[in-house]
């Protein structure tokens, strides 16, 4: 006769271990101490073999017979479900192992061994070990869809929309090194598009006459704060890079002697290797900086740490402690103060002062066909730029 949670409540320990048969091989082995565990004899290829299934009360009788209907269907297939329990469990182990914060030091470690750049290096790991915090405990085979996006609404609501949405990016290219290094099958991330706030790009405020630009240098030219702030805030009006690629100089992109800095494909937003002709007084700067910090990798190190570079919001930060505005002009300010007073001066050819922006061309036809850098002109361009400076700055 078939058990029922009765006789399994009410049997007797009397010091001896005894069997108590359910059906079709299944029975409930209770021992000396009063143990009771759920066992299943099979034959497998004329091998007599037991599985246990699990211990009474945890495992319920009708849970027990579940296992046991499995463990038969596993058989008729020509499986031994001892061996497919003992993978099973294996595997589980593996997976609570490999959390989402382990795979992100490896993914983390394959970017610093492909030889990405040190910004991009530490933006990932901003996002993965402080902004994706709350994902690391978790085995990554158990992260759902629901939990990523609990991580980036909790970004979202902060105000930090783009943040969001590249965080939501680099969650998901840590899915996909799992999934690529056979720990997990599926990449959550996916089924998030389009569930967070559309990122609207707004333009930084700047200044773009000459003479509010020459407040802003006599401004930072009577600034004492740390060297590097102030020289890379000097540099970022003098050659109007973006502020990342202004920060994050180093001393192998400059050829001091040839007058050029040479932007890596990798730091530069195009993706394409861009080259910076160094005025006098640009290279004078940095000359100076050799002086303090020329033992290092960075031109501009943060005053944390020699060995890092500053931070995304220290040059922004030092122009309000200035008293700018950050509605009046910011770091990235730069690019547009050059472009509208070159353009209005009438000298250089938008060509020239696209090609020092290092912008595309909106035309896709145009772009293969110009392949013209005018470096002779920027070269000029830059010089006369660097005199427009001083000049606004000096005037009273």
């Known amino acids: 006769m078939p058990l029922t949670d009765v006789q399994i ?3 007797k320990i009397d010091g001896k271990p005894r069997k108590l048969t359910d059906a079709n091989g299944l029975y409930l082995y209770v021992s000396a101490a009063g143990g ?6 099979y034959n497998f290829f004329g091998k007599r073999k037991t599985l246990t299934l699990g211990s009474y009360p945890a495992l319920t009788l009708a849970e027990a017979r579940s296992q046991r209907d499995e463990a038969k269907r596993k058989l008729a297939n020509g499986l031994d479900p001892s061996l497919a329990k003992k993978r099973q469990q294996l595997e589980a182990k593996a ?24 910004p991009t290096v530490a933006k990932n ?7 994706a915090a709350k994902l690391a405990p978790y085995p990554i085979t158990q992260i759902t869809a ?8 909790g970004i979202e609501k902060s105000g930090r929309i783009e943040s969001a949405l590249a965080t939501r990016s680099t969650i998901g290219r840590v899915f996909r090194y799992a999934i690529a290094t056979a720990r997990a099958e599926t990449d959550p991330t996916s089924a998030l598009r389009g569930a967070l706030q559309r990122h609207v790009p707004t333009s930084h405020p700047a200044l773009t006459t000459r003479s509010a630009i020459g407040g802003i240098m006599r401004a930072i030219y009577g600034y004492e704060g740390w060297p590097s702030l102030v020289a ?13 690629e202004t920060r994050s100089m180093e001393w192998s992109e400059l050829d001091l002697r040839g007058t050029i800095w040479t932007i890596p494909a990798a730091k530069a937003k195009m993706r394409r290797e861009h080259h910076v002709p160094l005025s006098r007084q640009a290279v004078q700067i940095i000359e100076q900086m050799k002086d303090l910090f020329g033992e290092g990798q960075y031109v501009f190190p943060s005053m944390m740490s020699g060995k890092k570079l500053l931070s995304e919001n220290s040059m922004n930060s030092a122009l309000r402690r200035m008293g700018v505005g950050e509605d009046e002009h910011t770091a990235h300010g730069f690019r547009s103060s050059a472009s509208s007073i070159l353009n209005e001066s009438n000298q250089f ?8 922006l290092a912008h595309l061309d909106s035309s896709k036809v145009r772009r293969i066909y110009n392949r013209a850098t005018y470096w002779e002109q920027r070269v000029l361009m830059m010089q006369w730029w660097a005199d427009m400076l001083d000049e606004e700055r000096v005037k009273k």
């Open 36 to 41: 009771k565990s759920w066992r299943l004899d």
């Open 146 to 153: 629901k939990d990523v996006l609990a991580v980036l609404t």
């Open 125 to 131: 790991t901003w996002m993965l070990k402080v902004l």
């Open 349 to 356: 050819a938008s060509d020239v002062i696209e090609a020092q």
């Open 9 to 11: 409540r009410n049997v």
């Open 232 to 244: 890379a805030l000097k540099i970022q009006a003098l050659c109007f890079a973006r502020p990342g």
């Open 95 to 118: 997976a609570a192992g490999n959390t989402f914060g382990l795979m992100a030091d490896e993914f983390i470690e394959k970017l610093r061994r492909d030889k990405r750049a040190g």
